[in-house]
């Protein structure tokens, strides 16, 4: 190759160089966008759809399985047409939850959960996901809490951290106590349930005498709860 091609080869490639430069310094800038960025990439991920990891729910005909991966599809264009829309991402969540692909349902709630954070409905999805399905329990721990935080009285958040506490984190079971306790004060109106869920706790595997004083608690608050307890648990008497 003679010289001078050399020169003109080199001032294409120069001249190529500082043209892709300025475009993703305009793109950058916002005044336009021609390359994929990251969260694109992270979207098209997130919106991948593997039919097999799909199984039907219990009772669902072969039809409506069918009519629900069509309304998957359908939710999937709403997302693409808006991907700032934090309730189009949790629905399309949702429909890959009710179609049992739950790892694929926990990250799309977590793109929900980015665009929402205050949104204590996903929390709570994800966390329930994350405890019962998943059996990633420090993920659920934390989003039960998140809920908490952001609604103090959620019900469905003290009634999955009982559970998680009592069954699931095992090594943090000194925190069952004081959730049950703050479960109490924030949700009032089922202060009983809580108490009777603990006293069953510890009349299954706890203190029978502990047992006795949450006992007294449900008693006062819910008759009907402690005479269950009283059948199911003799020894409380």
């Keep these: 190759m003679n010289k001078k091609a050399t020169i003109t080869i080199l001032s ?3 001249g190529i160089a500082l043209v892709l430069g300025l475009l993703y310094y305009y793109q950058n ?3 336009i966008k021609i390359f994929p960025t ?16 799909f199984f039907a729910p219990e009772g669902l005909t072969a039809d409506k399985f069918e009519a629900k991966i069509r ?26 939850e009710f179609l049992n692909d739950h790892e694929a349902a926990v990250a799309v709630w977590e793109k929900t959960y980015e665009l ?33 935080e952001i609604q103090p009285g959620s019900t469905a958040a003290y009634q999955g951290l009982i559970d998680l506490y009592s ?10 106590e004081p959730t049950v306790e703050l479960a109490a004060r924030k949700d009032p ?28 608690k449900v008693k006062s ?3 009907t709860a402690y005479n269950d307890l009283v059948e199911a648990y003799p020894e409380l008497k």
Excluded: C, M
């Design 12 to 14: 294409i490639i120069a």
């Design 29 to 31: 800038q916002g005044y």
């Design 38 to 53: 990251a969260e694109d990439r992270q979207n098209k991920k997130l919106l991948t759809i593997d039919r097999d990891k």
């Design 71 to 96: 309304e998957l599809e359908a939710q999937k264009q709403a997302v693409l047409e808006n991907p700032q829309d934090a309730q189009a991402w949790f629905v399309f969540g949702h429909s890959l």
């Design 116 to 148: 929402q954070p205050l949104n204590f409905v996903v929390t709570v999805n994800l966390a329930n996901t994350y405890q019962y399905f998943l059996k990633d329990f420090a993920r659920a721990e934390f989003y039960y809490k998140k809920t908490i």
């Design 167 to 176: 069954f699931n984190l095992k090594e943090k079971q000194s925190e069952l």
């Design 189 to 216: 109106s089922n202060a009983g349930k809580y108490y009777a869920t603990y006293t069953e706790f510890l009349a299954r595997f706890g203190d029978i005498s502990i047992a006795k004083t949450y006992l007294a």
């Design 221 to 223: 608050l819910d008759i």
